[in-house]
């Protein structure tokens, strides 16, 4: 049981847009920055998004993060096929004195 | 470049110890913390630990299913990263992957850890 709350799955049709929810608590979500992780098929995490909503050099804009409270979402518009895989939203938690992730939301492009 | 590397990964078996590196470059890894996180095979991301940096007295934290086993230690003459493990048991067979903690610098590409006998 993941201490970050995200749907296990989201599908959509290419060129279509998808969000991902990330739902926490006070003591991360809450009080900390965000970010959000992308994992292809066989590859190490790709950083997508930081501290709420910052893009890498190099992430197309297509991909936004956003916070409101307790919660985190990440949005991909102009969805396409390479986009296919886990996403993971990650954050530190005051109380556990640990980072935490959520348990990933595997996107598919139908 | 920023690029971390990691490394030292294979099998050992239960009750073992095994020592991972991350090296870095293209940063100045003095001023970072630094993350080790693992991924077990088919499962999602974890957690392993953290150091802090020199302005921070290289504190460490840990996780609970690590504490009193994994030591994270870091060299910042050598840009580098450490994780010790003792007392492996099989479920810490993983990727171990070490990263900037909550920056937007890439991860590495991970060392896979095997603990069976």
């Known amino acids: 049981q993941s201490v970050l709350t995200q749907p296990p799955s989201v599908s959509a049709a290419p060129g279509q847009k998808v969000t991902i929810s990330c739902s926490g608590s006070?003591?991360?979500?809450?009080?900390?920055?965000v970010s959000w992780y992308q994992q292809l098929a066989g590859t190490a995490p790709k950083v997508l998004i930081y501290?709420?909503?910052k893009r890498p050099s190099g992430i197309p804009d297509r991909f936004s993060g956003s916070k409101s409270g307790t919660s985190a979402t990440l949005g991909i518009t102009g969805l396409q096929t390479g986009d296919e895989a886990d996403y993971y939203c990650?954050?530190?938690?005051?109380?556990?004195?640990?980072?935490?992730f959520g348990g990933g939301t595997e996107l598919t492009v139908l | 470049e920023v690029q971390l590397v990691e490394s030292g990964g294979g099998l050992v078996q239960p009750g073992g110890s095994l020592r991972l590196s991350c090296a870095a470059s293209g940063f100045t890894f003095s001023d970072h913390y630094m993350d080790w996180v693992r991924q077990a095979p088919g499962k999602g991301l974890e957690w392993v630990g953290r150091?802090?940096?020199?302005?921070?007295?290289?504190?460490?934290e840990y996780a609970a299913s690590v504490k009193g086993r994994f030591t994270i230690a870091r060299d910042d003459s050598k840009n580098s990263l450490y994780l010790q493990m003792n007392s492996l048991k099989t479920e810490d067979t993983a990727v171990y992957y070490c990263?900037?903690?909550?920056?937007?610098?890439?991860w590495g590409q991970g060392t896979l850890v095997t603990v069976s006998s």
């Open positions: 150091t802090r940096n020199k302005a921070n007295r290289y504190t460490t």
């Open positions: 006070s003591s991360n979500i809450g009080n900390n920055y």
């Open positions: 990263c900037s903690s909550g920056s937007y610098f890439p």
């Open positions: 990650g954050t530190w938690d005051d109380s556990l004195s640990a980072e935490v």
């Open positions: 501290d709420n909503n």
